[in-house]
């Protein structure tokens, strides 16, 4: 990793994209229930970050494809960690919303 790999930021669109191709995938927002009704990527789900625990609950295999977002990416980024520590094999940070270019569900 170079010093200029600190400062990039993840593409969301292109993070959606790769969801949309992946068989079995989840689109997972983990910004509070509040955020997520305000708006979110139609076809996501919502698990607040301070709930992750509960993600072995809803996904049981390890090997889901996750595509985790939240607002700017930091708290998604957060959630990866505890996701991968969990044992996930397949979750990605994708970013955050703000940098969305697509159509918004409310």
């Known amino acids: 990793m170079g010093f200029f790999d600190f400062f990039r930021r993840e593409n ?3 993070g959606v994209e790769a969801f949309q ?4 995938g989840v689109l997972l927002d983990v910004r509070t229930p509040g955020e ?8 996501s ?3 607040d970050v301070s709930e992750i625990a509960q993600a072995a609950e809803r996904f049981p295999q390890k090997d ?3 595509f985790v977002y939240c607002r700017s990416g930091a708290r998604s980024g957060q959630a990866v960690m505890m996701l991968k ?21 409310r």
């Not at 520590?85 to 569900?105: L, P």
């Open 12 to 14: 969301i669109d292109q």
């Open 21 to 24: 191709a992946a068989p079995g």
């Open 36 to 43: 997520f009704a305000q708006g979110h990527i139609p076809g």
């Open 45 to 47: 789900v919502n698990l």
């Open 64 to 66: 889901t494809p996750l």
């Open 85 to 105: 520590q969990m044992g996930y094999t397949g979750a990605v940070n994708i970013g955050g919303i703000m940098d969305y270019h697509g159509q918004i569900e």
